[in-house]
């Protein structure tokens, strides 16, 4: 009848899981990489050999190297949001706005923000990689707002909530940077603080 059989349908599912599984340590690797060596370091031989599997396996998931970074950073970045969004599942809102401001400005200051800066260099210089970096920067951006704009609990129907929100988000990238060459973190959690006590001031205006 040329049906599937049980025995073909058990060997199938494991095959899957260990494609599955294969692709996400390509894109975990990816990221430390491209985050320890920069663009120039990170060849797909290189990734491909840190998650201990072929490059013609990598080649399958990935048949570029651009395939492969690009889908490197947006995966980190959707589990980082997923993991900031269980930090607060019912919402900090008003309740402990620092500790909102505290875990956004750790999204810019991990090996993710590492792996995407430089990301972004090679992106000058590399006319395709340029718009597809583009484009997830675009998307990770928005979702990146829309997270902190629900964490906060902020308004923006209300004058110039919208911007502050954003200028939260255009300062922790900036602390992002600052913290690639020295540990900053005495000086980012004065910052922190500060922009704390200013949300409270206009979102409870």
């Known amino acids: 009848m040329g049906g599937v059989s049980t025995a073909d349908r058990a060997e199938r599912v494991p095959k899957q ?3 599955r599984a294969t692709r996400q340590r390509l894109l975990e690797a990816a990221v ?3 985050a320890e ?3 120039a370091g990170s060849t797909v031989s290189v990734v491909a050999e840190r998650a201990g599997v072929s490059r013609g396996a990598a080649q399958h998931h ?3 190297r651009e395939d492969l970074f690009t889908a490197a950073v947006e995966y980190v970045a959707e589990e980082r949001s997923t993991a900031l969004r269980a930090l607060f599942p019912e919402g900090a809102g008003a309740a402990d706005r620092h500790a909102v401001v505290a875990a956004l400005v750790d ?4 090996p993710l923000f590492r792996a995407a800066l430089h990301l972004w260099v090679a992106a000058t210089n590399e ?3 340029r718009a597809r970096v583009t484009e997830l920067e675009t998307r990770v951006g928005r979702e990146s707002h829309r997270i902190a704009v629900d964490l906060l609990g902020a308004d923006e129907t209300r004058p110039g909530v919208r911007e502050t929100v954003q200028g939260l988000l255009d300062m922790a990238r900036g602390l992002g940077l600052a913290n690639l060459l020295t540990d900053d973190s005495a ?5 922190v603080e500060q922009w704390a006590r200013l949300l409270d001031d ?3 205006d």
């Open 107 to 110: 999204l810019y200051t991990g």
């Open 187 to 191: 000086r980012r959690e004065r910052v």
């Open 17 to 19: 899981d260990r494609s």
């Open 202 to 204: 206009v979102l409870d």
């Open 32 to 34: 430390a990489c491209l």
């Open 62 to 64: 990935f048949p570029t």
């Open 127 to 129: 006319e395709q990689l």
């Open 37 to 39: 060596h920069g663009w």
